[in-house]
């Protein structure tokens, strides 16, 4: 990819931050190739647990959280047979913002054969935060890719509401040139959509899950039997998740209460997929158990 790591300051901007991540199959494993920043986000470890040569990489934004002003964005490519996973050590925050918009713009591009694992943790949303975000994935033909977003909307220890702010997102998945999954939400403060039986339903964590198996997976008979051997295993979690096809993607959404019932749903889901598509154990990031 060519991407330019020169700051786009606006007369309101606070913080400019970007990262550039380029895995490529080498040998008998995956290696980050290419790494590049602009600002405080940056790789904070790369890791190669398994023997198939999986590159774990961990990246941190030390600020923790995104404030009103900021702009934070991501590029990652994987190249042609590379497999590459990429999380974070911890859950990541919009702060409360004086009506300053804050940004975070994620572009993902896996190549033929390739793999990605996105797998952040969970984003808090304080009240009165001003937040966009944009996730843009695009794959090759024979690419596979597994990931998700959470969301906890205000914190939950002081039993905030999102009273007053804004909030919007978007997914798009796309392969070679068509569509494949749009996924848009917006709402703002005491909007009537985080108390609607047709919306949040007064919950405050919310997620979604997205997959792509590699091609001789994608039959609909096949991806409704694994679909259907997820779900029991949803049952027997007594996870809130309902599971979907879009197509040949498989989609999982959580909502309820519990940030880490949704994480360990999305987990187990995932590893249930790595068995089933690439013959790997479930094999969970080594940050999540510190």
Request: aromatic content about 10%; hydrophobic content about 45%; some cysteine.
């Amino acid at each position: 990819m060519n991407i330019s790591l020169k700051p786009q300051h606006s007369a309101t901007s606070q913080w400019f931050a970007q990262l550039e991540l380029g895995f490529c199959a080498q040998d008998d494993r995956t290696i980050l190739k290419h790494r590049k920043h602009f600002g405080p986000i940056r790789v904070q470890k790369m890791l190669w647990p398994e023997k198939t040569g999986v590159c774990h990489a961990i990246i941190v934004h030390p600020p923790a959280g995104i404030a009103g002003g900021d702009h934070l964005s991501f590029q990652i490519h994987v190249a042609e047979n590379a497999h590459g996973l990429v999380t974070t050590p911890g859950a990541g925050k919009w702060y409360q913002t004086n009506a300053k918009q804050a940004f975070q713009h994620i572009q993902i591009k896996v190549d033929a054969n390739a793999t990605l694992e996105w797998l952040p943790q969970e984003t808090m949303l304080f009240n009165g935060a001003v937040a966009e975000s944009s996730n843009h994935i695009h794959l090759a033909q024979s690419a596979s890719f597994i990931g998700w977003d959470m969301l906890v909307i205000g914190r939950q220890s002081r039993a905030e509401q999102f009273a007053k702010g804004h909030y919007r997102s978007e997914v798009k998945l796309w392969r070679e040139q068509n569509l494949l999954v749009a996924d848009i939400l917006s709402f703002a403060g005491n909007d009537r959509w985080l108390s609607s039986c047709l919306g949040m339903n007064n919950c405050a964590v919310m997620g979604s899950l997205w997959a792509v198996a590699p091609e001789k997976f994608r039959s609909s008979v096949i991806l409704e039997q694994q679909l259907e051997w997820i779900r029991e295993l949803m049952v027997r979690m007594k996870a809130s998740v309902t599971l979907t096809l879009l197509g040949d993607v498989m989609c999982a959404r959580y909502l309820g209460n519990d940030a880490r019932q949704c994480h360990d749903a999305f987990a187990a889901i995932r590893a249930k997929l790595r068995r089933y598509w690439f013959l790997l154990d479930e094999e969970f990031p080594r940050i999540w158990r510190t």
